[in-house]
């Protein structure tokens, strides 16, 4: 299964910046939209693109590691 780590890197950003960041104001700066981001981040099964992926590592800077990861599950 696919973890994204949308929260982890909110919380973050709004530490380092001083600043509460709403995932309204993500989606708006990654040009992507609120519902996706707000399912990202809820971690239930949610498939995106490289597109998505791609807007949110350059708007946390960060690298693709660090927005998403893999959990193997047992069967």
């Not at 490289?50 to 998403?68: G, M, Q, S």
Request: proline share 0%; hydrophobic share 40%.
């Amino acid at each position: 299964m696919v973890i994204y780590h949308i929260k982890e890197l909110i919380d973050a950003k709004s530490a380092k910046e001083g600043r509460k960041i709403s995932m309204a104001e993500v989606a708006e700066a990654a040009g992507l939209q609120k519902a996706a981001i707000s399912k990202m981040a809820k971690n239930n099964n949610y498939s995106t693109t490289t597109r998505t992926l791609d807007a949110l590592c350059t708007y946390f800077d960060c690298k693709i590691e660090d927005l998403i990861t893999y959990q193997h599950q047992s069967l």
